[in-house]
C-alpha cells in the first residue's frame, strides 16, 4: 500500500505561484506513475499532470499547459506541482494520485491511490 500527502496549499493572489508537493510513503512512490487532479466548488474532479516513474514523460491538461510544471525526486518519494501565473479558475483542492498507469493518470480515470488533497484559492 501507498499513503499520499499533499503540502503547499494557501491562499495566492493572482499571478502568483504555490509549488505543491506528495509524499508518498509505505512502498516505494518510485514505482508509480504519479499525477495531480483537482475539483473546483460545484464542479467534477479534473485531471491536471502526470509524470512517469523515471520522470521523463509528462502530460498536463490544456488549461494549465505553460503555467505548471510537474516533476518528481525519487530520492525523496515527492512529487511536485510548480504552478505559475495563477489564476482564479484554478482555485480548486488539488489531489495527488498514485497508479501504475500513466495512462490511466493522463486519461482522468480512476487512480488505485489518493491524497486527502489540499486547498489551493486564488484571489483576485
Known amino acids: 500500500q501507498v499513503q499520499l500527502v499533499e503540502s503547499g496549499g494557501g491562499l495566492v493572489q493572482a499571478g502568483g505561484s504555490l509549488r505543491l508537493s506528495c509524499a508518498a510513503s509505505?512502498?516505494?512512490?518510485?514505482?508509480?506513475?504519479m499525477g495531480w487532479f483537482r475539483q473546483a466548488p460545484g464542479k467534477e474532479r479534473e485531471f491536471v499532470a502526470a509524470?512517469?516513474?523515471?520522470?521523463?514523460?509528462?502530460y498536463y491538461t490544456d488549461s494549465v499547459k505553460g503555467r505548471f510544471t510537474i516533476s518528481r525526486d525519487n530520492a525523496k518519494n515527492t512529487v511536485y506541482l510548480q504552478m505559475n501565473s495563477l489564476k482564479p479558475e484554478d482555485t480548486a483542492v488539488y489531489y495527488c494520485?498514485?497508479?501504475?498507469?500513466?495512462?490511466?493518470?493522463?486519461?482522468?480515470?480512476?487512480?488505485?491511490?489518493w491524497g486527502p488533497g489540499t486547498q489551493v484559492t486564488v484571489s483576485s
Open positions: 494520485a498514485a497508479d501504475g498507469s500513466l495512462g490511466v493518470l493522463k486519461s482522468g480515470s480512476r487512480a488505485t491511490y
Open positions: 509524470i512517469s516513474r523515471n520522470g521523463g514523460i509528462t
Open positions: 509505505g512502498r516505494t512512490g518510485s514505482s508509480y506513475a
